[in-house]
């Protein structure tokens, strides 16, 4: 060991209230403490026996979810270390809507493998350069393990097949129920070139009460408020979008109006109401049967579209208002008036009907089976641009877990349109890497094989935390070592973990039909390594003071001690 020189006492670098700390013991080992504690935190919700975690926020929202991105989201992380970990699963939430677990878990294992190596005696710099060969090679053995595709053009059951091990992951047992949702939903949106699925064609709307089994696919938009007239049903009708008030003007200044008499009275109101009711008519006599508003609509204007028998809806959100413009193919008019031919849009069917309790206005196709279906008419077969999943559930809370795996699985479809290849699922695609890696580490010279070995010991993380989840920590390492075994055996690339145990813990994920897409699995390996490297490379951290400002109130004592 070198003789340590001491330093001079008074030498001030930086102002006061920084903290500077560097060096192996004090930065690099406690970042990736950080970042452990923190992919430790999500691992026991991976997989399909994944634990929930009860998430409260800032502002006192209770989560409760096995959502990785979500309880990432909600949970404010301050270490800058583990920051790094949280923006990489951020990336893959964009970029692929799925796996952003496997990236923390990843990138987590990968720096407690470099722990070890650091103790040793190894330089970051080594095992940089080790995991950043191992991460080359491990993609290019994937490019190899892919058993099969995506039919082109897709098959309903297809997508249902590609989509259950994504959803069973957020909400196992009702992974068939909702793989049938979504992919009749992103069936009935798909346009004629499938990469141009857009994701947010496929809305959700969740009713409380009822069970899941109750939940319906609608081929339009839902919105969960009646109809403001008394007009509660039109088949066939032109649509008018509005973005103002459908209300009589006002001016933007004060005036005052001097009347001596009974006559000057009732003249000033009436000569509004007709002003109004002739705008009214206008748009009446341009045959539109159904009016969105997108604020308020007054009493007076409710009264002469009752009269005239058109059917008014109010929407306030502008991003619903955009939505719909789409789906009736409408302009928004941010005038009252008549549109013209090319500003209206046309609907099949608008009606209010009750879903357990609530009513809600559906606008939506005739479909096949509905009395009046005729293909034959014009735009009778034509597809409809958004269509909607009415979740039923019994809390709010299990309604917004339900919409997080129907995302979860909308994002898959979207991934697999892009890249249509599958790979093995049940941590079989990670456990042959390892294998494969760790071959390739032993052959390689230099202090960067260590490296390359302990990143292919790292990605046994995987299959070892699914079965820990669903068997338990004893358990879990004897299904991870008969894995091993049987993927030594020739012909052995597909067995993974087996997580209902029905016979020793391992099943063919090809067999079973347990697929994961390529591409999310590609995009994983590249994020949780580049997050791994980028903590490694790190050797000293300097925090400056926080800047003043009013500090956030604490609550006295423990909310939850009462």
């Known amino acids: 060991m070198s003789l340590k020189v001491p330093k001079a006492q008074n030498l001030q670098l930086f102002k006061d209230g920084y903290k500077h700390l560097q060096g192996l013991e004090d930065a690099v080992l406690r970042n990736i403490q950080a970042v452990a504690e923190l992919s430790d935190l999500v691992r026991t919700s991976f997989g399909p026996n994944g634990r929930n975690k009860l998430v409260i926020n800032h502002i006192g929202k209770l989560f409760v979810t096995s959502d990785a991105a979500t309880i990432i989201r909600e949970i404010e992380v301050v270490h800058p270390a583990a920051k790094l970990l949280v923006m990489a699963s951020q990336a893959q939430e964009a970029e692929m809507g799925d796996a952003t677990n496997s990236v923390m878990i990843l990138a987590g294992e990968m720096l407690k493998k470099a722990e070890q190596l650091l103790i040793i005696g190894l330089h970051p710099s080594e095992i940089i350069k080790g995991y950043e060969l191992a991460s080359t090679k491990a993609l290019a053995e994937l490019e190899t393990l892919s058993t099969s595709t995506l039919p082109s053009p897709p098959t309903k059951s297809a997508l249902a097949t590609a989509l259950k091990p994504a959803i069973a992951s957020k909400q196992y047992g009702y992974e068939d129920q909702l793989a049938n949702l979504v992919a009749e939903a992103a069936l009935a949106v798909m346009p004629p070139n499938p990469k141009n699925f857009n994701v947010d064609n496929v809305r959700v709307v969740k009713i409380m009460g009822g069970s899941l089994s ?37 001016t933007e200044t004060k005036g005052t109006v001097l009347i001596r008499n009974a006559d000057e009275m009732l003249n000033f109101t009436s000569g509004e109401e007709k002003h109004l009711e002739k705008i009214f008519q206008e748009i009446a006599d341009s045959g539109v049967k159904v009016i969105i508003a997108g604020s308020a609509v007054g009493e007076l204007a409710l009264h002469y579209l009752n009269r005239m028998n058109i059917a008014v809806l109010k929407v306030l959100s502008k991003f619903d208002l955009r939505r719909l413009c789409r789906v009736v193919n409408a302009t928004p008019l941010a005038r009252v008036g008549a549109p013209t031919a090319e500003e209206a849009g046309f609907v099949d069917v608008f009606e209010s009907i009750e879903i357990g309790g609530d009513r809600v206005t559906v606008l939506r196709q005739v479909i096949d089976g509905d009395p009046d279906y005729d293909p034959s008419a014009p735009g009778g077969g034509e597809k409809t641009r958004t269509a909607t999943i009415v979740l039923r559930g019994a809390t709010q809370n299990r309604l917004d877990d339900l919409e997080r795996a129907v995302d979860d699985g909308v994002n898959v479809i979207k991934a697999l349109l892009k890249d249509a290849r599958l790979v093995p699922g049940a941590g079989a695609t990670e456990l042959e890497l390892a294998k494969r890696v760790e071959a390739y580490g032993s052959g390689l010279k230099g202090l960067s094989q260590h490296a390359v070995r302990r990143w292919a010991q790292a990605l046994e993380v995987v299959p070892r935390t699914l079965a820990e989840n669903a068997l338990g920590g004893g358990e879990g390492n004897e299904v991870v070592s008969r894995l091993w075994a049987k993927h030594e055996s020739a012909g052995g690339e597909a067995w993974g973990v087996d997580v209902e145990a029905e016979t020793d813990g391992t099943l063919s994920a090809t067999e079973h039909e347990i697929l994961d897409s390529l591409a999310a699995k590609q995009w994983a390996i590249k994020l949780a390594t580049e997050a791994a490297t980028s903590v490694l490379s790190v050797d000293s951290i300097i925090m400056s003071r926080p800047a003043g400002g009013p500090k956030i109130p604490q609550q006295s004592g423990n909310w939850d001690e009462d």
């Not at 009646?226 to 009589?248: H, M, N, R, S, Y």
């Open 214 to 250: 109750g939940s319906t696919v609608v081929r339009g938009m839902v919105f969960g408020r009646e109809p403001e007239g008394i007009v509660k049903k039109v088949k066939k009708a032109k649509v008018a979008v509005f973005t103002c008030a459908l209300d009589i003007a006002q």
